[in-house]
Structures are given as structure tokens and as C-alpha cells.
């Protein structure tokens, strides 16, 4: 990605003083950048000013500045010297629910240095916001979760540090995105009020922070930029997608959908933005199927059926041994068993078209997908009657969010230019599957994009375009939020899309099943 406004970094060289001119050394150096950066306010820290004079003179006056623009004010938050060849980096940290993903970037070229991800602390407390939310109600809840997250990222920023060949104090700036919650976590502030009705956050802008006020072990002068949320459920991460994306900066209208414990949805163009965000994840992130889980080694996340003798095919991240089925596998299954007639308009599983495949087990129906024999953990894994109810539901779900939102603009899902995909979901799904059960609109295949971690990717792109942290502020004002708990029209909408693919089958032209 190219840096523009010469990213963060200025290169300048002072003229030493004389006794013609005895300007102190900090003037000095804000003079020659304000008149570089064309602003009136720049300012220091006191730690950084102690040791200013012995740089500048071991330097010959000869300086590269690290700075970071909060409003109008400029802040200078680390200096090297003008020729040094040791790297300036940033830290891009995409602040997930179950995954934390870091990413170090060179502030000086924008290129990415490294990634590491690591399953987010916080799983030993619960499993999802609302659980986390609660625990901090509890006596030292709160300072528990903080202490969790915090030291789970100083322990993995030391690790990507040494694995570049740096160390902690090389990091000078960070950008962070998350969800609302996870960011109140972050900054241990009370999700309380979060989770309650009318549901009020602490605050919605956390801007710029000193990243050591908030416990991280960086560069002393280094800050933190927290992307800002619209409300309880469309936080920083969204934001982050929308930036990626450049959906803002379209003449045509597009969507962009994060399904993750919610869905969460941005409809929009140049002009404007409207966002709403509902429950349709759960039963695709594991958090309904028995067998379900998220992405990761072993885990199925493609499946087809052999429409002539029904033989499942399955495909396993990192082609281990088959260990479960996260939320792209278990769409394309559903997709399958729906095209191939195993299963009808209700997602009832049809006896005499899945044979052996269907058993019953404590009074429940269950299809096996792969035998105990050929599971990487000796235990058969399947699909019951039950999750794949809670599947459609979900996909109803997501419909009927896309369905309700593009209605408020008096236009249809398939009059959409492009259709933005993000986050796990959005890296791993079959856009024909999803149309196949009715998730999806039924747009041509190139219609559909993926932008994979766009939270992270959103975050990296504020260290290497600092004309990025003027759009966020942009993009956040131009979002109107629908609130989705009082629109009298999405139940009767998602009853209709409890089937598959939905009761008006002129909605998915392309969707054809075998008799």
C-alpha cells in the first residue's frame, strides 16, 4: 500500500545554534516541523525532552521524527538519527472477540514486517461479550480482564518483535480496532451499561492515547490510536472494514457484512452510510453446533456432494485429519444436502435420500459427515436436526438484515454494485453456497468480494496513510445506525426466509435443486 502524506515520519536537518542564535533546542525542532507539517502546534513529551539536547548534538542535528497528528496538534513520539538504519515500526492490532491478530509495519516504507495471531485471553473468562460483560459485574472482574488482554499482548508484541530482529522500543505508534466491548475491555472501562437497555457505552471516540497509560510495554513516548464505535454493537472493527474497503469513497451503492457473534452490516456510498447490526453468527462460529468450531488446522471448511451417489467430499484447513466443521463448511453442506434433495424447504432432513448417513440418537436426528474411523479425534462428526435448524435460523437471519436495510433505501439486495464480504467468514465462505440456502442475495459470483481481516488491514492502513486517521473521523460522522429491535417489518421478513432458499423463490433465479 503507498504511503501518503509521507506517512508519519519527517526527515530534517536543524542548523546547530550559535550566539547569534541561542533558540532553545525543543523550539528549535517544533519551529523546522511546523513549518515542514505547515501547523501551529507541536508538541513533546517531558521523558523525550530530558533527552533531546544530547541527541541532537550526537546527531549532528541531523533527525528523524516520528509524529502523529490528534486534531490539529502534532505529536513527536520518537526521534533517531536522520541516517540510521534501525526500523521505525508501527503496530497494527485487530482486537477480536476469540483471535487477536498483530501486525508490525515499517513506518518508513509501509510495508508489513510480520503477523502473528493468538487466541484472545479472554476465552478463560467466556466465550463471547455478553459473558465477559457479566464477569466484570463480579469483585476484580473488571481488572481481571484488562490484566488478561493486556498481558496476552505484551507477551505476543515481544514475540513478533523478536522474530523481526527489534525489540519493544523500536514500536512507536499503534492502531487498534475492535469491537465495542473488547475496546472497553482494553481500556478497563465497565461494559455494564453496554449490555443493558438503552445500552450506553463509556464513550464512543477513545481518539489518542499514551499507549503506557493503557499497560503496553513500547517505545516510551508511543501512542495508541483506538478506532471509534457508533454504539453498543457496531464498534472500531467496522469502522476499520469500512476505511479498507473505500466503500465511502463509491458513487455506487455497496454492502459490507462482518459475521462474527453478530452480523453487522454497512450499506452506502460517497454520500452516505447506514449501518445495523443483528444476531445471525452464533450457529456459524460454533457457538450452536456441536461439532462446530472456528477456523483452524483440521477443521472442515468445504464440503460438495456427489449429486449421483451422495458421497461427501470434504476439505480441512491445513489438509489434517478432520477434527470439526467451522461456519463456511457447515454452509456448504447445508447448501449441498439442500441441492441434492437431502434436504427440503424447511431444512428437514429427507430419510430416503441421506440412507445410512441418517441416525437417530436420544430421541434426535442425526446425519453423520465424516466416520469416527477417518476423524482426526476417533469420533464420528455430525449434524443433527437441531443445529441445522439453528443454521437456517441464522441464514434467516442474515437475510433479513440485508433484506431490512436495503429496504430503508427503497432499493433490493440485487440492486447492489458490490457486495463486501469481511473478517473469518467472509476469508473462508463460498458466495454460491450462501445463495444456494438463501443467505446471500443471488448476485453474479463477481459481484461478491472478499476483504478478509479487514478490522486489521483498516488498522495498517492509518500507519501507512496518515490521511486515514482524518477519514475515520469522516466515515464515523456520515454513519446512521438502524435500529433493527424496533422495525415492525423484519419479523414478517424473517419468517419468510426460514426457508430455503426463501419462500419467494424468484429471489435466488439461480438456485436449482435435483428432484
Not at 517505545?219 to 457496531?234: D, E, L, Q, V
Not at 439453528?390 to 457486495?419: C, G, H, W
Not at 482524518?470 to 466515515?475: N, S
Not at 456520515?478 to 419467494?504: C, D, G, W
Amino acid at each position: 500500500m503507498a504511503v501518503s502524506c509521507e506517512g508519519w515520519i519527517r526527515t530534517l536537518s536543524l542548523s546547530p545554534p550559535t550566539l547569534q542564535d541561542n533558540t532553545s533546542d525543543a523550539d528549535r525542532l517544533k519551529y523546522a516541523l511546523k513549518k515542514k507539517l505547515n501547523t501551529d502546534s507541536v508538541d513533546m513529551d517531558l521523558s523525550m525532552l530530558k533527552q533531546l539536547p544530547f541527541l541532537l548534538r550526537e546527531w549532528n542535528f541531523a533527525v528523524r521524527c516520528v509524529l502523529i497528528k490528534d486534531k490539529n496538534r502534532w505529536i513527536v513520539t520518537g526521534l533517531t538519527e536522520r541516517n540510521s538504519k534501525r526500523v521505525i515500526s508501527g503496530l497494527a492490532i485487530d482486537l477480536g472477540t476469540s483471535r487477536v491478530v498483530l501486525r508490525l509495519i515499517d513506518l518508513a516504507s509501509g510495508s508489513s514486517l510480520s503477523d502473528l495471531a493468538f487466541d484472545n485471553p479472554q476465552l478463560a473468562v467466556g466465550p463471547d461479550i455478553l459473558s465477559r460483560a457479566h464477569a466484570c459485574d463480579q469483585p476484580g472482574g473488571l481488572e481481571k480482564l484488562n490484566r488478561l488482554i493486556v498481558d496476552g499482548l505484551n507477551q505476543h508484541i515481544e514475540k513478533i518483535c523478536r522474530s523481526c530482529g527489534l525489540t519493544v522500543d523500536d514500536i512507536y505508534l499503534v492502531s487498534l480496532s475492535g469491537n465495542t466491548c473488547m475496546t472497553h475491555l482494553f481500556m478497563a472501562l465497565s461494559p455494564h451499561w453496554i449490555i443493558r437497555e438503552p445500552y450506553i457505552p463509556v464513550i464512543n471516540t477513545p481518539g489518542l492515547e499514551r499507549a503506557s497509560e493503557l499497560g503496553l510495554h513500547l517505545n516510551p513516548c508511543a501512542r495508541i490510536i483506538i478506532f471509534p464505535n457508533i454504539g453498543s454493537y457496531f464498534g472500531g472493527d467496522l469502522i476499520a472494514g469500512i476505511l479498507f474497503s473505500g466503500m465511502h469513497h463509491s458513487e455506487q451503492t455497496s454492502i459490507l457484512v462482518d459475521v462474527g457473534t453478530n452480523a453487522e452490516v454497512v450499506l452506502g456510498s460517497k454520500n452516505w452510510l447506514i449501518a445495523c447490526a443483528g444476531a445471525a453468527g452464533p450457529a456459524l462460529e460454533g457457538g450452536v453446533t456441536r461439532m462446530g468450531m472456528m477456523a483452524g488446522p483440521g477443521v472442515i471448511d468445504q464440503v460438495t456432494i456427489d449429486p449421483e451417489s451422495n458421497e461427501i467430499h470434504i476439505h480441512t484447513i491445513a489438509e489434517e485429519p478432520p477434527v470439526g466443521i467451522c461456519g463456511s463448511g457447515l454452509i456448504d453442506l447445508a447448501a449441498h444436502l439442500f441441492l441434492n434433495g437431502m434436504i427440503d424447504i424447511r431444512g428437514m432432513f429427507v430419510p430416503r435420500k441421506c440412507g445410512n448417513r441418517l441416525t437417530k440418537a436420544s430421541g434426535e436426528v442425526i446425519f453423520e459427515i465424516v466416520p469416527a474411523e477417518i476423524s482426526g479425534t476417533r469420533t464420528a462428526i455430525t449434524i443433527s436436526q437441531a443445529d441445522l435448524d439453528s443454521l437456517i435460523r441464522s441464514k434467516a437471519a442474515m437475510y433479513t438484515i440485508l433484506e431490512t436495510i436495503t429496504a430503508t433505501v427503497n432499493m433490493l439486495p440485487k440492486d447492489l454494485a458490490t457486495f463486501y464480504v469481511a473478517g473469518t467468514f467472509g476469508a473462508f465462505i463460498k458466495p454460491a453456497s450462501a445463495v444456494s440456502i438463501g443467505m446471500l442475495p443471488d448476485l453474479p459470483a463477481e459481484h461478491y468480494q472478499s476483504l478478509g481481516n479487514s478490522s486489521l488491514q483498516g488498522a495498517a492502513q492509518v500507519l501507512t496513510a496518515c490521511d486515514s486517521l482524518d477519514e475515520i473521523d469522516r466515515i464515523r460522522d456520515k454513519i446512521t445506525y438502524l435500529e433493527l429491535n424496533v422495525n415492525q417489518e423484519f419479523m414478517n421478513r424473517f419468517s419468510a426466509a426460514k426457508f430455503l432458499p426463501h419462500t419467494n423463490r424468484s429471489l435466488f433465479p439461480s438456485v436449482k435443486v435435483s428432484a
